[in-house]
């Protein structure tokens, strides 16, 4: 199968958008199985390629089932396809992110919602020291390629315990760690878009390696994962 995302994806996610309900898909059911090859192809490739320059846990490819528990919106399927590969160990943290949407389609990496301990860290860490982060978010192939962190997940002055003047409060008030890219539906559906996720891929190993230092090390610098 090629690796290539076919037409068909996107046409087919577009009548969903516009037909969201079960009685549509289960009349449609055959276009949505084919359409979850197509990806789940497109999906292995990638990891493949993650693999030769990365270590990955696990791929999570994302339901297309909405949960419908909290929101008033009960439309029952996700009008987007995607996916996630996790890197492997407790030296390696962060995970790659990829989203299919006609209109809205991004590559993503980073941190989503830290858990207290690791997102207290990574704000101490900007605290004392932010000049390797803002040296990596800066590099000029970084920075055209995700021109910063995601800014939507912030708190709005300043956490507990830190001061709303620091100079680095614009990233120490953050609550996720993100980067991202998007792309037009042309490059999604050309030849290259494989390349051209992994290239964005590629680009977030420098910050992937920073971020898992700083997150399996104390303040001192002292590692806090045991040796087997």
């Known amino acids: 199968m090629s690796d290539k995302i076919p037409h068909v994806v996107f ?3 577009q009548d969903l958008k516009e037909n969201n309900s079960r009685e549509w898909m289960e009349v449609h059911r055959k276009e949505y199985l084919k359409s979850e090859e197509y990806l ?3 999906y292995n490739e990638i990891l493949k390629k993650l693999n030769e320059t990365d270590q990955i846990e696990k791929m999570k490819i994302f339901r297309i089932y909405r949960d419908l528990r909290f929101t008033p919106d009960k439309t029952p399927y996700n009008i987007h396809r995607s996916v996630s590969f996790r890197r492997a160990g407790a030296m390696r943290r962060g995970s790659y992110y990829l989203r299919l949407q006609p209109g809205n389609s991004f590559v993503a990496g980073g941190f989503f919602k830290p858990d207290k301990e690791d997102l207290y860290r990574i704000r101490k860490e900007f605290e004392i020291d932010s000049s390797e982060i803002i040296e990596i978010l800066n ?3 970084f920075k055209n ?3 910063g962190f995601v800014q939507e997940n912030a708190v709005k002055t300043a956490p507990r315990g830190f001061d709303k003047d620091h100079e680095n409060i614009d990233l120490i008030r953050l609550k996720s760690f993100i980067v991202r890219h998007r792309f037009s539906d042309e490059e999604v559906l050309s030849a290259d878009f494989p390349e051209k996720v992994m290239y964005h891929f590629r680009l977030l190993r420098p910050y992937f390696d920073y971020m898992s230092e700083v997150l399996t090390t104390d303040l001192n610098g002292v590692s806090i994962i045991d040796a087997d």
């Open 11 to 13: 046409r087919f996610l």
């Open 145 to 147: 390629a995700f021109n």
């Open 139 to 141: 590099r000029k192939d």
């Open 40 to 42: 789940k192809g497109f």
